[in-house]
Structure formats: structure tokens, C-alpha cells
């Protein structure tokens, strides 16, 4: 088991264009939580995503939307980029939605925004 | 509103001598705590929860509700526990708030 997978790796994108981040949970996890990490930081939390709903979501604009695929594995998605969404993008999986159950992370996505 | 403050950014100690990492948090539901460690070139995974009242790799941390305090320790630290080191807080069932962490550096 490979654990949590995030693709892609890195990417660069500018001012205002859309991104699409995507996440595929440790086998066997059904949750899916999504973190940004700016430098120097602790991961914050964006949103949870359980049954292709999402369940709980943080304090970050409408922006940034995600979805949640019947094989558990989920997108996230920036609209309109700003220079200040620079950051590592974290996902999370976990068996069930409450927090209690451990959280699995994965390697990141590094988004740099020019 | 929840907060979680870890004081210090980078805490250096010598190996063998004891080791404590601060962190507080501020939150008016019945706090659920948590200490998670990235080691260079690896993941964020999970180290210890105050609820299981557990030891791991020798670090123990206690809950104090009245000092509002987590803080992680060791009584001999070992090089190979050099990492970055966050603080986390359950909060509203299913939502996390992580403080800022903390590098501990264990010189030989």
C-alpha cells in the first residue's frame, strides 16, 4: 500500500488561472481532508470530505471547492489564484469522519502562484 | 475562538539531556490534543493523542486543562529525534487547528 497519494508533485500557475489538486486515500480509508501549509506554518484546515459530501470546511473562501469521487479519492480545486495561495497542499485520509480516527498524510503538492 | 501557540520555532538540545516542547491552546469545548512529527524527507504522520495516554518513542505529553498546556517531553533525547514537531487541536467533532510547530534539533 502506497499510502496517500498526491498528484502532481509541483506546479506553477499565475495570478487568476484555476488549479486542480488531486488526492487518493491510504486502501480502506473513506475521509479525506484537505490542509494548506504556507512556510512556516502549520497545516490549516480547508475542508473534510465524507460519502462525496463535504463535512466540515475552515475558514478559507469559496474559492477553493473539492470533490469527493465514489472511489473515495477527491479533487481540490483554487479558482482565481492569488500570490497568497502559494503553499504545500496537504490531503489527509482517515476511516471515518470523526477526528478521533488517526489521519494519514500525504507527501504534499507544492503550488507556487506568480 | 481555538488557537494552539507553540512558543518556540527551533529548540535545540544536546543528546541524552531531557527535552520538553512547549504548546498551549486556547478553546472553550472540552479540548482534544494531539502531537504530530514530520522527520526530514517523510510525511506529517501522527505521534501521540492525549487520549490514549500513550508513550511513543519514549515522549510522553499530559493534558493540563488548567494551564491550558500539551506539552511533549523526553527524558533523553536521541538524534534520530530531530524533526519538526506541531501541536494539534480537535475541535467541532472533525476539524483540526495545528500551531505553527516547532524544529527540535539534537546535537551529538
Known sequence: ?114 | AQRVTQPEKLLSVFKGAPVELKCNYSYSGSPELFWYVQYSRQRLQLLLRHISRESIKGFTADLNKGETSFHLKKPFAQEEDSAMYYCALLYNFNKFYFGSGTKLNVKP
Open chain 1, 1 to 114: 500500500d502506497a499510502g496517500v497519494t498526491q498528484s502532481p508533485t509541483h506546479l506553477i500557475k499565475t495570478r487568476g488561472q484555476q488549479v486542480t489538486l488531486r488526492c487518493s486515500p491510504k486502501s480502506g480509508h473513506d475521509t479525506v481532508s484537505w490542509y494548506q501549509q504556507a512556510l512556516g506554518q502549520g497545516p490549516q484546515f480547508i475542508f473534510q470530505y465524507y460519502e462525496e459530501e463535504e463535512r466540515q470546511r475552515g475558514n478559507f473562501p469559496d474559492r477553493f471547492s473539492g470533490h469527493q469521487f465514489p472511489n473515495y479519492s477527491s479533487e481540490l480545486n483554487v479558482n482565481a489564484l492569488l500570490l497568497g495561495d502559494s503553499a504545500l497542499y496537504l490531503c489527509a485520509s482517515s476511516l471515518g469522519v470523526a477526528g478521533l480516527d488517526t489521519q494519514y498524510f500525504g507527501p504534499g503538492t507544492r503550488l507556487t502562484v506568480l
